[in-house]
């Protein structure tokens, strides 16, 4: 089973080759340059530049693996959510693709994805629990069995991912946010500036726009009275506290539901708190599988997508 798989939904165009249930290409043109000099991604650029790349970025992967495309059996892409123009271009390829060599055509939910990129190296064991942490998502996601999503705590307001963005953009580290803010509190002090746990109540939600407002307040704050922030002392109280809000959500979870495997996916998944985090917790708990992706998994890439179509095929398959 060869399955060519297309993940366009921000300002990443990816295309991956899986046989048989192995990666052999996880090609990944990414934008981040190009966003840079904005201060985040504008929306309009990104799905143009799609347009651009898609082409060396589709002729790659299919070099790298070794493949023809007539051997291809099926063809997934990301199919929502995300930027409206950079999904359609994706939906596009993908469904002239499909149309061409006359395979089916899989459409994916992109946050399913990122939960099965944990899942190409080492598998899940059922149930399990998902922390999802991305630049427009944080959730908590529970799977009695493979593919049986259910989410039991959302975001009600600002995603972990798009808070790190916006108080690294106010510090002036520059845009994405995420990577810098967690190589600088690596050598901060986490209690050096007090700032707000968000929403500490018995709910599996969560809310970030309180924690972005507090943190964009205090950097304020400390510039008028002209004292001087310390950018590694501050990024390290940021960050214990904005991981502390989804570990702390995630723990409860563990104790009602019980899992077998817990997991973390999405961009912020690369965080090096939230890995270490989550390997305490597991042992905390006894789980038997702490799955905890690949960095080349994290972030927005196309093998993701690609385990989650083989994923449904299985399923398929075995009726
Ligand atoms: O999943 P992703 O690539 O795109 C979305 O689907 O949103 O996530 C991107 C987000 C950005 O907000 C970026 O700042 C964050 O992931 N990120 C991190 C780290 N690496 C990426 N946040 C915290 N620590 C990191 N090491
Ligand atoms: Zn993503």
């Excluded at 990104?46 to 299919?62: E, P, Q, Y």
């Excluded at 943190?215 to 109280?237: M, P, R």
């Excluded at 940021?238 to 989804?246: G, L, M, R, S």
């Excluded at 690949?294 to 083989?310: P, V």
């Amino acid at each position: 089973m060869t399955i060519l798989a297309i993940e366009s939904s921000c300002d990443e165009f990816s295309v991956a080759i899986m046989v048989d249930g192995q990666i052999k290409a996880n090609i990944i043109s990414s934008q981040i340059e190009d966003h840079t000099i904005y201060g985040g991604v504008i929306p309009e650029l990104a799905s143009r530049l799609h347009v651009k790349n898609f082409g060396w970025v589709l002729s790659a992967a299919i070099q790298e693996s070794q493949i023809t495309f007539e051997q291809i059996d099926c063809i997934a892409y990301t199919a929502n959510p995300g930027l409206i123009g950079s999904l359609i271009v994706g939906k596009l390829v993908a469904e002239t693709l499909a149309l061409y060599l006359n395979v089916p055509l899989m459409p994916l939910n992109h946050i399913q994805g990122h939960i099965y990129g944990a899942n190409i190296e080492e598998k899940f064991e059922y149930p399990l629990l998902a922390l999802v942490v991305s630049g427009g998502h944080t959730q908590i996601q529970y799977l009695e069995k493979p593919l049986d999503f259910k989410i039991i705590g959302t975001t009600q307001d600002d995603a972990i991912g798009e808070c790190y963005d916006k108080v690294a953009r106010s510090l002036g580290l520059g845009y994405p946010g995420g990577p810098k803010i967690d190589k600088f509190a690596q050598n901060g002090d986490e209690n050096k500036y007090a700032l707000p746990f968000p929403k500490n109540d018995s709910s599996y939600d969560f809310s970030y726009s309180g924690l972005k407002t507090a943190s964009l307040n205090l950097i304020n704050k400390l510039k008028q009275n002209g004292e001087e922030i310390n950018i590694s002392d501050f990024c390290a109280s940021f960050q214990k506290t904005a991981v502390d809000t989804v570990i702390s959500k995630l723990e409860r979870a563990i104790k009602e539901f019980k899992p077998k495997s817990i997991t973390v996916a999405g961009g912020v998944s690369a965080n090096n708190l939230i890995r270490k985090k989550l390997n305490e917790l597991g042992s905390m708990y006894n789980i038997d599988r702490i799955v905890i992706p690949n960095i080349k998994y994290c972030t927005d890439n196309a093998a993701m997508m690609a385990e989650l179509c083989n994923e449904y095929l299985k399923i398929k398959q075995n009726g």
